[in-house]
């Protein structure tokens, strides 16, 4: 059982640091992390990798929810 962190800003021009320093203190053993708008699941490349590596039982932490999904049922 893993312990994955995923952080998403939307452009190129903001930071990821402060969703990284949450997720480290989390505990997140990978984090995957990328600069792309949420409004399309296609081209999330790290998405799509850490979607590819998931296991059952294996833990996804995020800092806000709309940084994986733009709603719940997404």
Do not use: F, H, W
């Not at 402060?18 to 949420?38: F, P, S, W």
């Not at 995020?62 to 997404?74: F, M, N, Q």
Request: hydrophobic share 35%; aromatic share 4%.
């Amino acid at each position: 059982m893993a312990i994955y962190g995923y952080a998403r800003v939307s452009t190129n021009k903001q930071e990821l640091k402060t969703q990284l320093e949450k997720l480290e203190r989390a505990e997140c053993k990978v984090i995957y992390k990328e600069k792309m708008t949420g409004t399309k699941r296609s081209n999330r490349v790290e998405l799509d990798k850490m979607m590819d590596v998931l296991q059952a039982g294996d833990t996804v932490k995020i800092t806000k929810i709309d940084r994986l999904a733009r709603s719940i049922p997404d």
